[in-house]
């Protein structure tokens, strides 16, 4: 008698994350592991026509920051319906435990500030049922999601847990407070955490203006709480810093990685006022990893950028004084007075006070339409400055334009990092480096000005399927690189590969027909909050642990989706 299977996928395009050729086969699905993969003789409980589509594994992605919004919500949007069936948050040393009582609102006007969740969402949202790390776990482990969802320790949290508002000045630790917040990275991780993250760039500020806790830190506090981890014997590091000094940084990081045995990856961006810094760092990653280090950069697959909307939470006209006494109306409050000539006149003839912030939202020469379907290495020639020198007009005017359609929903696309040359080569010598990592989507946070949790995607439209301005990258490295590889990176080495054994995880594709759809804002947060989504024609079904969480983009109910603690060991 043949033998019974929960799922059989049939006949589809096997990419299997290990980076060979694709071949047509079945796989078999019992129990949440992949049973078999080939030719299949037993009977799927459910079969799955995949004659056309790709089967993969499911993408795992490891730079989110859904740590608020796995407390209130079982969807892990936009990520999950995008194929994604593990995220890993945490990052950039921001995060929501450990939290004593009196610091809730300390933490929460950080993550608001740097990762641009409404403190109004926030304070509705978060059930705040923990006060350790450990504590924040167990209130996962009951939770269930579409999704599997990892955890690590951000500085700033830890750094408050333990200084209280000392912390939250970035006055320095004393060398009970380094031992302590040692102790409870060591605590977390043996807790389940996948590691420790910290922030060091001036950029991450509470939305009071205030710096990240964490910026500055000295190497003897990192130091103290990486040894922590490797006391333990487990758990990752992941950093973001401006490298302003690359050199002097770079030292410091590789003394920590040397001192405490941890890998360790950070984040590596192409900057417009030092182009080629990111080659510099990262050959002192590469001379670390060849020394023995475990170091990685962790690069996106498109530019880093923001989407400028009058319904988001920046334009081209923030800062500017006369759209400034009219920002805080609602939006159809403000249409109406926009479309006042006098109005429209005074608002293009402005610029933001700001000129490092007019850079930002105003260089017109690097800002972009939105278009349906969205393009994300646009040509020079279709910049707002192009377009406003083709048609006589000034720039300002062109974009104001653009903004008041769609009932004032409309979008620009403005690449900040990743795009100095106006084209994605340097993204691509960025992912085909021996010594990088794909991450970055930052799934979670930025709700209203970024939203790059579709990356992976976008990884199989763009750079596989439809480039036309350079080199493609073959199937089976794009598939690999987001499914074995990211794992690997984090220690979860039981997915990532279609193979007996491995969590079944798995996407079918219709890769034919996979088509990204514009950033569009929903309204699906706490207190009926404001954020940027994305979906996607083209994943016919997304499987985790077995289960079928997503038809054609549609929820099926499942939610096989659990807390996963700490490393995982590859199958035997």
Not at 130 to 139: C, G, K, N, Q, S
Not at 241 to 256: G, T
Not at 308 to 319: E, H, K, R, V, W
Request: hydrophobic share 40%; with cysteine; net charge negative.
């Amino acid at each position: 008698m043949s033998e019974t299977f929960d799922i059989v996928i049939r006949g589809g395009t096997v990419v299997d994350g290990t980076g060979g050729e694709p071949f047509e086969g079945d796989v078999a699905i019992a129990g949440g592991r992949i049973a078999a993969v080939g030719r299949v003789p037993g009977r799927g409980t459910e079969e799955i026509d995949a004659r056309g589509l790709l089967v993969t594994p499911g993408f795992v992605d490891i730079h989110t920051h859904y740590d608020g919004q796995v407390t209130w919500s079982e969807r892990l949007r936009s990520s999950s319906t995008l194929g994604v069936t593990t995220v890993v948050m945490g990052n950039c040393g921001v995060g929501f435990a450990p939290c004593r009582p009196n610091h809730r609102d300390i933490l929460v006007r950080l993550m608001e500030g740097v990762e641009d969740i409404p403190g109004v969402v926030l304070a509705e949202g978060l059930p705040w049922n923990w006060e350790t790390f450990p504590e924040y776990l167990d209130a996962l482990e009951a939770r269930r999601f579409d999704a599997d969802v990892a955890a690590q320790i951000g500085h700033a949290p830890l750094r408050v847990y333990v200084m209280g508002e000392r912390g939250a000045r970035r006055e320095p630790a004393t060398d009970a407070d380094k031992a302590e917040m040692a102790r409870l990275a060591a605590e977390a991780v043996r807790a389940g955490a996948l590691g420790f993250s910290t922030s060091r760039t001036i950029i991450h500020r509470s939305s009071d203006g205030s710096a990240t806790p964490s910026l500055g830190a000295p190497e003897d506090e990192l130091t103290t709480i990486a040894r922590g981890l490797g006391e333990a014997g487990q758990g990752v590091l992941q950093l973001i810093s401006d490298f302003d000094d690359v050199d002097a940084e770079f030292a410091m990081i590789r003394r920590i990685v040397e001192r405490s045995g941890r890998p360790l990856s950070l984040s590596l961006l192409q900057h417009e006022h030092a182009p080629q810094r990111w080659r510099h760092l990262l050959g002192h990653i590469s001379q670390a990893v060849d020394d023995g280090l475990e170091m990685r950069a962790q690069v996106g697959s498109r530019p880093v950028a923001i989407l400028l909307s009058l319904a988001l939470s920046l334009c081209p006209f923030s800062q500017c004084p006369t759209y400034e006494s009219i920002a805080h109306l609602p939006l159809a409050e403000r249409l109406r007075r926009m479309r006042d000539p006098e109005v429209r006149a005074r608002i293009v003839a402005e610029r933001p006070e700001d000129p490092v912030f007019a850079n930002r939202v105003a260089n017109y020469d690097n800002l972009y339409r939105v278009d349906d379907p969205p393009d994300y290495e646009p040509p020079p020639e279709m910049s707002i400055g192009a377009i406003a020198r083709r048609e006589g007009r000034p720039p300002a005017e062109v974009a104001y334009d653009i903004l008041m359609e769609r009932d004032g929903t409309a979008i620009l696309y403005r690449p900040l990092y990743n795009y100095t040359d106006r084209n994605l080569d340097v993204v691509l010598e960025m992912m085909s480096h021996r010594d990088t990592v794909l991450g970055l989507g930052d799934g979670g946070a930025h709700y209203g000005y970024i939203c790059d949790a579709s990356f992976p995607t976008y990884l199989l439209t763009h750079w596989v399927r439809d480039r036309t301005r350079g080199e493609r990258l073959p199937l089976p490295w794009v598939i690999k690189a987001q499914t074995q590889d990211t794992a690997a990176a984090v220690g979860l080495h039981d997915r990532g590969v279609l193979a007996p054994g491995y969590k079944a995880d798995v996407n079918v594709i219709d890769f034919a027909g996979l088509r990204l759809h514009p950033p569009e804002i929903v309204h699906d947060l706490p207190a009926n909050g404001r954020r940027l989504g994305q979906r996607a024609d083209g994943y016919r079904a997304t499987i985790v642990s077995g289960a079928i969480t997503y038809r054609d983009g549609a929820p099926t109910g499942h939610l096989p989706g659990r807390l996963v603690r700490g490393a995982q060991p590859r199958p035997r």
